[in-house]
């Protein structure tokens, strides 16, 4: 077994992008992940995640959608939801009705961080619905906006604050109150 610090993740993040050997970085991570300790710093489950984005960014988006199930299948803590990052895969790959229906579930379960929001709210509007993206990034600013919050979580709520200002302009709406809260 072995133990996985972010620490280690970074060296491998960094080697992808210094070399762009995405592939050999996300084998490298799919190994981590079947051999990570319980204990780990860095959960399994993430390892998965990891390794799914170093296969989008190789274009392999098939691969990003199987290592995205395995953390899904895994059930571990990761930062962004796995099954959000499936849905922008299975996009990729023109699977739109396993996309929505990845999200509807996902929805319906409420995600559990801005992170996931932000990612969801800039898929949609990446691949032309605005109004799903408009309808996820509300979602996430009314579930956070109320809640005492650390600085980090707030800088998340004013990232998506702006993204949703910017699919507003883009779905051509008047500002609205949430829209004020980027300026108090």
Do not use: K
């Not at 992940?33 to 489950?45: F, K, L, P, T, W």
């Not at 996009?91 to 996931?116: C, H």
């Amino acid at each position: 077994m072995t133990r996985v610090t972010t620490a280690d993740l970074d060296r491998l993040e960094f080697r992808a992008v210094q070399s762009g050997d995405h592939v050999e970085v996300a084998l490298e991570l799919l190994g981590l992940a079947n051999r990570v300790d319980a204990d780990s710093e860095i959960s399994r489950a993430e390892l998965f995640v990891r390794a799914g984005e170093q296969w989008e960014m190789a274009q392999e988006f098939e691969r990003a959608s199987a290592a995205y199930q395995r953390a899904i299948d895994d059930g571990g803590t990761t930062i962004i939801d796995a099954r959000a990052l499936q849905a922008g895969a299975l996009f990729e790959l023109d699977l739109l009705d396993a996309a929505y229906g990845q999200l509807e579930r996902l929805r319906s379960e409420g995600p559990r961080n801005l992170p996931t929001y932000i990612h969801i709210a800039e898929t949609l509007q990446a691949h032309g619905d605005l109004r799903g993206a408009h309808t996820w990034a509300t979602l996430g600013v009314e579930r956070f906006r109320h809640q005492d919050v650390s600085p980090y979580v707030h800088d998340l709520l004013l990232e998506l604050l702006r993204a949703r200002y910017r699919i507003r302009v883009d779905l051509g709406l008047d500002e609205d109150a949430l829209d004020r809260m980027i300026d108090g």
